[in-house]
Each structure stands twice: as C-alpha cells, then as structure tokens.
C-alpha cells in the first residue's frame, strides 16, 4: 500500500512539476514578446518623442546615430585599393590637371603632375546615409577619410624660377554626395553625380616641400597653390558643383543632373563704417570684391585716403542653389606697389533672402572667416549692402544657359590667341585691357562671337566673368578615357575695372 501510495505521490508531483514549468516558460515567452514589441515601438521614436515620455529624466547617453557604419565595405576596399588606386590615377591625370591649368595664379607659367600615386593605404568610410529616395534616383552621403602614403610632386614653371614641389603628410577629411541615376537596362544604373558637401567644409590638409630646392625661389608660391587648391574645391566640387559620370557605354542625357542657374542677386555695395587702417602714412584706399563662386569676382571702384567710403554701386551675381551658397563680401586696400591687403571679409548666406523682396543688412567684417585661427580679434568695422534676390523661371534659366554657352566660346578664342593665359589671368588682367579698348577690336581677337557691335563693355563681360562652367560633366565610356564638359555659370552683363561688375 505505501508502495502504490507512494507511485502515486510520486506521478502527481511529477505532472505538477511539468505543468508548472510550462506555464513558468508561457509566461516568460509572453514577457520576451511584449518587450520585443515595445523595443521594437521604441525603435521608431525620434528624440523628441522620447523627450516627451521622459520628461526631463531623459538620458543624454542615448544616441540616434546619422551614418550608418559599412565594416564590410571598408574591408573590401583595403582589397580593391591597388586597382582603385590606378583607375583613380588616370581620372585625377585626366580631370585634375586641365583645372591646374584654368585655375593656376598669375605668375605662375605651368602647374602640372610630375608624379602621381596615391599610395598603398585605402581610404576609410565611416559611415553612409541615405539621404534621400526620389523617383528614379538613390541620393547617399558618404563620410569619407583619408590620411594616405600618395606621392605627389607638382612641375611649377614661373619666370623666375622652375622647380618641383612635393606634396606631403596629405589627409582629406569630407562627406561626399553620390546621386544614382537609376535605368531598367543592366547595370541598372545610367549616371552618377558626385559632389562635396559644403557643411560640413571639406579639409584637405598637406605640406609642401620643395625638391631639391627651397620654396622662397618663387615668392608666395605656397600661398599660391593654396589658393588654386581652394578654388578648386569651392568652385568645382563643393555642393550644389558637382561632377556626372555616365555609366555604361550607351548615351545618356544628364542635362537633367546638370548644374543650372536658380536665380540672380542684385547686390548693392553701399558704404563701409569705421575700417581698420592699413597704411603708415595717410589712409587707406578700400574696394569691395564680392562673389558667390570664386572664379566668377566682380569688384567696386577704389575710393582714395577713406575709411568710411560710400560706393553706391550695384551687381548682379547668378546663384545655383540658394539653400547651400552664399555670397563673400572682402574689403581690400589698394597698394599700387605691392599686393592689396585684404582689411576684412563678411559672408551673407543666401537661404537667409527671401524672393522677390528687397533687403538692407550691415555685415561686421572679420580678419577671417575662420575665427578660430585668428589671434586678432579687433574691430574691423561693418559692411552695409542692400539685397534682393529674383527667382529664374525656364525661360530666364536658358537665356542664362544660352549666354553662357556664347561667353564660353568667346574666352576660348581669347585663350587660343594668347590673350589671357588662364581663367584666373581674365578676371584680373584682361579684362581692364579690354575694357580700355588697346588694340583689341581693331585686331578682332575680342570680336569673337559678334559681342563687341554692342559695346566695349559687354566684351569685358565676357572676360571678367570667364564664363565657365556651372556644373562639369566628364564623359565617357569603357573604350575611351576622353573626358568632355559641359555647362557654365553665367556672369554679369558688364564690366568695371580690373575684372568688376559695370555699376547700375
């Protein structure tokens, strides 16, 4: 009997035993998916609706991270690096030195590739976001960084002195855009736009050594490739410019991803208050030079011995992208020996205007735009300007794209016959040389495209803006590495002094 009894005991114990581990295990199931649900609900909460739960118990350690991190891909490309690095080379050979050529500074006779290799370490992504998703188009944000082993030596030729420059320790440290153009046909890709984001600044850090010479054999020559590898950026690569690569080796029209004129600005300089004296003896003598892209300078006239001048003059800049650009102001003193100092500089973001409204704004000039590297720190005085920006409808879009193309062709002949040496020699002194009328129509290397019938002035337009491109489009396909352009920025209607605007 206490055999049986005990079986007994035994067999309930057992299956209460079972039963209660199962409804244990139910139980916690049911938990792991209430939380899975509430992580999962949590996951699609921004901060600011986190913030509203919390209330101000809300943790500062929790992050929503912008980029998303590509390990894999950065493994891959430390093993594709030797075969990027070459195709790399040939596109910078191909691309990069015509713009050496158009940008080099004045003084300088030739600025070309000696030696190019980027090394044997690859680039580093740090993350990519995908920024947005349109019809027919992938639009992504790629961190990108670099402190490579390139060996890079420049052929400077001036008239002074001809010698190799070595650029060194060189670190790149951008977030690049990358716009897909999407096709049915394989590789389901017919173009792509790359570009570099103006926020935030692009930061190409190198140095420069001189190879089997010193660098004082060409005064300002570092200061000079600085300023050629800034414009660069700036007015070729940087947001809204932007490089189109077609992909594949069939035709396609990308006059859409192309860079077009947005609208115009009509900028009047109307005095400078209380500038900083720069001269020893007497006062100094302040100009205005303003522009939205860096090739494209307009300037005032020089008022003599006046640290509080009054211009009153007006000019129209074109702008691609309003959300992005914005317009430099620098005031210079005119030196009739040396080279203008510049007194102060001021930015006026063009997303601040609003349309079709005029708008008076006094600018504090500052020795920088980079004050965290400036020691002094004093006043400079205010910059006073009245703005007024006008949206371009399609028709006013291509006027402005057909007189580009016009301009363009006119620089062209220019250089062909030896008028101007480069882009940067036509803001400066060609177009005074124009606008002054020595020997130019008579010999009608200005008669170009027919520009000069109307005027000596809409001549200079041509030379002082340089006409050249908005957006630059290198083409090509698999069995030919030709690059071709296309596109430009529209410059103003006339032409002052030394490469400015003409004054309404």
């Not at 010698?163 to 792509?192: G, H």
């Not at 400078?272 to 939205?292: F, H, R």
């Not at 007189?403 to 008028?419: D, P």
Request: net charge positive; aromatic share 6%.
């Amino acid at each position: 009997m206490g055999l049986i009894s005990g079986m007994l005991m035994g067999i309930l114990f057992g299956i209460a035993l079972m039963a209660g581990w199962r409804h244990m295990m139910r139980y916690r199931s049911s938990k792991r998916r209430a939380k899975a649900v509430d992580v999962k609900l949590m996951g699609c909460l921004d901060r600011d609706d986190l913030k509203k739960i919390c209330g101000d118990n809300f943790p500062e350690w929790i992050s929503f991270p912008v980029y998303e991190q590509v390990k894999w891909l950065n493994k891959q490309l430390s093993k594709l690096w030797p075969f990027v690095a070459e195709a790399a080379e040939a596109i910078i050979r191909m691309s990069v030195e015509p713009l050496l050529e158009e940008y080099r500074p004045t003084g300088i006779n030739s600025l070309k590739f000696s030696k190019l290799s980027l090394g044997t370490v690859a680039p580093k992504i740090e993350g990519i976001r995908v920024q947005s998703l349109k019809k027919g188009q992938i639009t992504m944000d790629i961190d990108f960084r670099w402190g490579g082993d390139p060996s890079i030596i420049l052929a400077v030729e001036a008239l002074v002195a001809s010698i190799p420059i070595q650029l060194k320790d060189l670190q790149v440290f951008t977030v690049i855009r990358v716009v897909f153009q999407l096709s049915e046909e394989i590789p389901c890709i017919s173009a792509v736009v790359v570009a570099l984001l103006s926020e935030p600044k692009p930061r190409i850090d190198y140095v420069l050594k001189a190879v089997g010479g010193s660098l004082t054999a060409i005064p300002g020559l570092s200061d000079m490739i600085d300023d050629t590898v800034e414009t660069i950026v700036t007015d070729m690569l940087q947001w809204p410019h932007r490089i189109v690569v077609p992909i594949g080796g069939t035709a396609v029209d990308t006059s859409d991803l192309e860079l077009k004129p947005q609208g115009k600005l009509r900028i009047t300089i109307i005095k400078a208050t209380n500038l900083k004296n720069q001269e020893m003896i007497g006062k100094s003598d302040p100009y205005v030079v303003l522009y939205i892209r860096p090739l494209f300078k307009v300037k005032t006239k020089t008022i003599d011995n006046n640290l509080n001048p009054v211009w009153n003059e007006t000019f129209e800049l074109i702008a691609e992208d309003k959300e992005t650009q914005f317009v430099i102001l620098e005031v210079f003193d005119k030196d009739n020996v040396g080279q203008d100092e510049r007194m102060g500089v001021a930015k006026l973001p063009l997303k601040d205007l609003e349309a079709g409204k005029a708008k008076e704004i006094e600018l504090r000039l500052l020795p920088k735009l980079d004050m965290l590297k400036v020691k002094d720190k004093k006043d400079r005085g205010t910059l006073t300007i009245k703005v007024f920006y006008q949206e371009f409808n399609k028709e006013e879009q291509q006027a402005a794209l057909e007189e580009e193309k016009a301009i363009l062709e006119q620089r062209k002949k220019l250089k062909a016959a030896g008028v101007i040496g480069s882009t940067m020699d036509a803001i400066d002194g060609a177009a005074s040389l124009v606008g002054s009328g020595v020997g130019m129509v008579g010999s009608g290397i200005g008669a170009g495209v027919g520009v000069v019938g109307s005027g000596l002035g809409a001549v200079g337009s041509g030379l002082s803006k340089a006409g050249r491109f908005m957006g630059r489009t290198f083409t090509g396909n698999s069995s030919s590495s030709k690059s071709q352009r296309s596109g430009s920025s529209t410059p103003v209607n006339s032409v002052q002094e030394n490469g400015g605007a003409k004054p309404r």
